[in-house]
């Protein structure tokens, strides 16, 4: 039977990177002169990794440019996922996840509108 795999938590993806730092320092030092290509890699891995982490739970917001229609986005002020129908000016008209299907005007701000992935933040 073939699991569901989880998303792994930032503290998860951290101790993965830590355990390949411990990797990496013990074949540093007990084979760099016959793996040194092994250990290079194992180094690019892992910088690989931190740069994923990264980009993963420290999402910048979206600029205002980067907003399109049909676009699903996490509102950090409402703590909601919303999906953009229409874009005036500053203005963005949202469909919000709600038991009612609502139709919300908000202006855009700055730091306020992110990839939905930042919305996993807020999970428990």
Aim: proline share 3%; glycine share 2%; net charge negative.
């Amino acid at each position: 039977m073939i699991g569901v795999m989880k998303m792994l938590t930032k503290e998860e993806c951290k101790e993965a990177v830590s355990i390949l730092k411990d990797q990496h320092e013990y074949l540093s030092f007990n084979l760099r002169a016959n793996y040194p290509f092994s250990i290079e890699m194992i180094r690019e891995v892992q910088d690989c990794f931190e740069q994923l982490i990264k980009e993963h739970f420290d999402t910048p917001p979206y600029r205002f440019d980067e907003l399109k229609i049909n676009m699903w986005v996490w509102d950090e002020k409402e703590k909601k996922c919303n999906k953009i129908i229409e874009i005036e000016g500053k203005n963005i008209d949202f469909y919000y996840i709600t038991e009612s299907i609502d139709k919300f005007i908000v202006e855009f701000e700055e730091g306020r509108f992110f990839p939905v992935t930042k919305s996993m933040e807020h999970q428990k």
